[in-house]
Each structure stands twice: as C-alpha cells, then as structure tokens.
C-alpha cells in the first residue's frame, strides 16, 4: 500500500498533537522514504519513548528514529 507523503505527515502530526505528553513539546517531524525522523527538544526523558511509540502506533510499516533532546533549562530545574 502505497500512501502520500504529506498526508502521512500530517496523520504523524496530528497523532503527536492529540498525544497529551506530546502535544505542548516543539517535535519536528521529517519522512525520508520509509523513515520517519523526530527532531527537537522535550522537557523529560520519558517524553522521547513516548513521542516514539506514538508516531509507531499511527505507522508501524516505518522505522522511526529520534533525534529528541532534552531541553538542558529542564534538566537542571
């Protein structure tokens, strides 16, 4: 099954947006064939696994990496 970019996009999005973990951390999303690549900061270590799985759970068929941070501000709180 073959599926149009963009619309795959915003389906990663939406799913990252409606995620209450998710949805307030600034988290970029960059498909490149069947790679999906998360970029940016988040305000917990748990966050990154959980950004993860949900972008997996809109799109198995796709191998996910994270390239997520943890904002240094919030560590150090």
């Known amino acids: ?7 795959l996009r915003h389906l990663i999005v ?4 409606r ?6 951390q600034p988290i ?10 998360l970029e940016g900061s988040v305000s917990h270590p748990d ?10 759970s809109v799109a198995p068929f796709l191998r996910v990496y994270s390239r997520l941070r943890i904002r240094r501000e ?3 709180a």
């Open 14 to 17: 939406r799913a990252l947006q």
């Open 74 to 76: 919030d560590v150090l």
């Open 1 to 7: 099954m073959q599926y149009n970019r963009s619309t």
């Open 47 to 56: 966050l990154i696994p959980e950004a993860v799985a949900t972008v997996e």
């Open 28 to 37: 970029r999303v960059r498909l490149r064939g069947c790679v999906v690549l």
């Open 19 to 24: 995620n209450t973990f998710t949805a307030e």
